[in-house]
């Protein structure tokens, strides 16, 4: 049974930290890159993180989040996490995360900016209260 799952979000007061954690089964998440994705309440989903397969030598961070977020993985855990400091009530959303499609020729900025992915994981809320 394959699955994705996303937790590790709650609510948090401004200038807060969360750490997200993205974790698989049935297969291994290292074999992939991951990126992590949200939606606000009335907007897109962006693309706000993304890591390499393999050890994550690569990763990407949006702008709106450089400097607070960071990406990191661990395969012997099959888990990806995105840590959260700094948190501001706009990073409010439902957190995701996915897979890409296993091409190694796609980069971490494109697999965030196209969100061309294979596997989605459920999402987790995230409220950050001013």
């Known amino acids: 049974q394959f699955s994705l799952v996303a937790s590790g979000g709650g609510l948090v007061q401004s200038g807060g930290s969360l750490r997200l954690s993205c974790t698989a089964s049935?297969?291994?998440?290292?074999?992939?890159?991951i990126g992590w994705f949200r939606q606000a309440a009335g907007k897109g989903r962006e693309g706000i993180s993304c890591i390499s397969r393999g050890g994550g030598s690569a990763t990407y961070i949006d702008d709106s989040v450089k400097g607070r977020f960071t990406i990191s993985r661990d395969n012997a855990k099959n888990t990806v996490y995105l840590q959260m400091n700094s948190l501001k009530p706009e990073d409010t959303a439902i957190y995701t995360c996915?897979?890409?499609?296993?091409?190694?020729?796609?980069?971490?900025?494109?697999?965030?900016?196209?969100?061309?992915?294979?596997?989605w994981g459920q999402g987790t809320q995230v409220t950050v209260s001013s």
């Open positions: 996915a897979t890409d499609r296993g091409d190694p020729r796609t980069s971490v900025q494109d697999l965030c900016a196209s969100q061309d992915t294979y596997w």
């Open positions: 049935g297969f291994t998440l290292g074999s992939y890159a």
